[in-house]
């Protein structure tokens, strides 16, 4: 979706199908209003900082990098997005064109590996034998607390996240 904002007002002067679709608004209702009303209001002041990083970024001359947020559409469904601008001259205005990707899956792919990580985490913690999990090229990945207190390897050895001196431990 791509919304076009004068830089100065960050009122919407265009925007795209994809941008309609996005907000479930049609593009004359996004049209004239300011770009914060796009976002939750309780991002507001998080919505018109990241406005402001992405303008002093353009008046830098510097490229702009991807910012989170999200918007909120008709229905009132909240969608994060990732924002990216770039500096326009649109009808001989000055401009920003904000590039909004929605990232509605990427957030859900990775909660649902957060759950996952904790739950080996939680399953390698609940079984009574110490385990010692390596990759094919032998780089430790995860050790349970049981595995550390058998072998009598020191937490701070472990928490360093050095393989070659935990295999030596063990060795």
Not at 60 to 79: C, F, H, M, T
Not at 131 to 155: C, N, Q, Y
């Amino acid at each position: 979706a791509i919304f076009i904002a004068e830089i100065e007002s960050g009122m919407i002067v265009d925007a795209n199908a994809a941008a309609s679709r996005l907000m479930l608004h049609s593009h004359d209702e996004l049209v004239g209003i300011h770009q914060s009303r796009l976002h939750p209001p309780v991002k507001d002041n998080y919505s018109k900082e990241t406005f402001k990083k992405h303008k002093e970024l353009i008046k830098q001359k510097l490229l702009s990098y991807a910012l989170e947020n999200s918007v909120v559409r008709a229905d009132g469904i909240e969608v994060p997005v990732e924002i990216l601008a770039s500096e326009v001259d649109y009808q001989g205005k000055h401009c920003m064109m904000g590039t909004f990707r929605d990232i509605t899956e990427r957030k859900r792919a990775s909660e649902a590996l957060k759950n996952s990580l904790s739950l080996t985490e939680a399953t390698l913690e609940s079984i009574h034998n110490g385990i010692l999990v390596v990759d094919h090229e032998g780089r430790v990945i995860k050790t349970s607390s049981r595995f550390a207190e058998m072998w009598r390897i020191p937490e701070s050895i472990i928490a360093s996240g050095d393989d070659e001196i935990l295999m030596k431990s063990i060795l």
